[in-house]
């Protein structure tokens, strides 16, 4: 059985850049959710899709985005990047019958 | 909206003792509530899920016990060891399955 993975590990962009960021659910998981993480701090909750859907949003603006393909792997873009939008992004996967979640490695993200 | 709390912050042991970390959370109404293990730098490492209708769920050396009324997890250690260094946080679900987290706890087990 695989698990959740991310891609790419580390990204160093500019600010004003876009970023995407990709996500591998694990095999029979189809809820993707994606969480922020800034450094000394616990995740916090962007968004979840569900079956293509999203399900859910936390506090984050419009230029968080995301999207989930039919295989239940799911995207994560983010628009006119700010110095503070730098953090490890984490992907969770889980499936509708179990509720424990699974993170992915995480991307580090760093903002210039 | 729930909030959760994680104390104490950090904690440094000596190798071969038991050790409690404390996790609360404000609003009872939870369904489950999950452990996880972070290393530096790394993903989430789930240890232990435990249902609302559960008081305790064990693995190995690791014991997490749920009191929903009063609001409290606590994750209990045995026989730490060097390896068990990590940050340990803990993190309850909304309705539709999202989390909320608390900021953690830094273990650090001296050999």
């Known amino acids: 059985e695989t698990g959740v993975t991310q891609s790419p590990t580390h990204l160093i962009k500019t600010r004003g850049q876009q970023v995407t960021l990709r996500c591998s659910s694990q095999?029979?998981?189809?809820?993707v959710s994606w969480y922020q993480q800034a450094l000394g701090q616990g995740p916090q909750f962007i968004f979840q899709?569900?079956?293509?859907?999203?399900?859910g949003r936390g506090n984050f603006p419009p230029r968080f985005s995301g999207l989930q393909f039919p295989n239940y792997s799911s995207e994560l873009n983010v628009n006119a990047l700010e110095l503070d939008d730098s953090a490890l992004y984490l992907c969770?996967?889980?499936?509708?019958?179990?509720?424990?979640?699974?993170f992915g490695p995480g991307t580090r993200l760093t903002v210039l | 909206k729930q909030e959760v709390t994680q104390i104490p912050a950090a904690l440094s042991v000596p190798e071969g003792e038991n050790l409690v970390l404390n996790c609360s959370f404000t609003?009872?109404?939870?369904?489950?509530l999950q452990w996880f293990r972070q290393d530096p730098g790394k993903g989430l490492t789930s240890l232990l899920l435990?249902?609302?209708?559960?008081r305790e769920q064990t693995s190995g050396r690791l014991n997490a016990s749920l009191d929903k009324s009063s609001g409290r997890s606590t994750l209990y250690i045995a026989a730490s060891q060097p390896g068990d260094s990590a940050t340990y946080l803990c993190?309850?679900?909304?309705?539709?399955?999202?989390?909320?987290f608390g900021t953690g706890t830094s273990l650090t087990v001296i050999p």
């Open positions: 969770a996967s889980s499936s509708g019958l179990v509720p424990e979640q699974f």
């Open positions: 095999s029979g998981h189809n809820t």
């Open positions: 899709y569900y079956r293509e859907e999203e399900n």
């Open positions: 609003d009872s109404a939870i369904y489950n």
């Open positions: 435990i249902q609302s209708s559960q």
């Open positions: 993190a309850v679900p909304n309705t539709g399955n999202q989390f909320y």
